[in-house]
């Protein structure tokens, strides 16, 4: 029953996925792009927490660790490069 | 152990269903602004729901239990906020139709996005640090 589970929502995440790469190649704004990238990171998120438990292991939490501190630095320092025209002061 | 099963593959749906109710907010709404709602709440509240499926999971039916996603959860609900205020800040300093909108802040200094130098200059810990 939960690899049922795990297949549906890898298919779920994959269609979200895709929404958010129409928003990545067709935001109008710059910050439009910016936000779809961090939202692309956590869906990556979700789709390694998914194989983790489809796979019956616990090796990817750690990657889902360093995608979720990789992606926020990200997004923050692209912020903050629009904000400040620097991004370390 | 059906039943936990049960409630682990109902959490691991619902977690992917609201990423992709965020991903389709993302795509769908006209505005920045608006856009920011689907995947700031609803994507926290998914990997959130898809966190406690594989805790519960490798409590239950593994039988160790493991601390790393409550670390993920932690880590996403603390910056979860911090992304979506620094995406704000910088798109009111960028549109000049939301500049004019903004209300008056009703103290002597602007909007900290609008002035930084003032508003660092007057700000609580330049001046602690400054003032000797």
Same mark, same amino acid.
């Given at each position: ?17 895709? $929404? ?13 792009? %910016? $936000? ?11 789709? %390694? ?32 490069? $629009?904000?400040?025209?620097? %991004?370390?002061? | ?132």
């Amino acid at each position: 029953m939960i690899d049922i589970a795990c297949i549906i929502a890898t298919a779920t995440i994959a269609v979200a996925s895709l $929404l958010t790469l129409y928003r990545l190649t067709r935001g109008p704004g710059v910050l439009d792009r %910016i $936000l779809a990238l961090d939202t692309l990171v956590i869906n990556t998120i979700g789709l %390694i927490v998914v194989i983790g438990l489809w796979f019956r292991t616990t090796m990817y939490f750690e990657t889902a660790l360093l995608f979720a501190m990789v992606g926020f630095v990200t997004t923050v320092a692209l912020c903050k490069y $629009l904000l400040r025209g620097n %991004i370390i002061e | 152990m059906v039943i936990v099963e049960v409630v682990i593959s109902l959490l691991v749906l619902v977690g992917s269903f609201f990423l992709f109710v965020g991903s389709l907010g993302l795509a769908k709404l006209p505005d920045l602004m608006r856009r920011l709602h689907g995947p700031t709440k609803a994507t926290t509240l998914g990997i959130g729901s898809m966190l406690i499926a594989s805790m519960l999971y490798f409590w239950a039916v593994e039988g160790n239990p493991s601390i790393h996603e409550l670390l993920i959860t932690l880590f996403l609900f603390l910056t979860a906020p911090v992304t979506a205020q620094m995406i704000a800040k910088a798109h009111i300093l960028r549109e000049t139709r939301e500049r004019k909108a903004l209300p008056d802040t009703g103290r002597s200094v602007g909007w900290a996005t609008l002035d930084p130098a003032e508003a660092d200059e007057r700000s609580e810990v330049t001046r602690t640090i400054s003032t000797p």
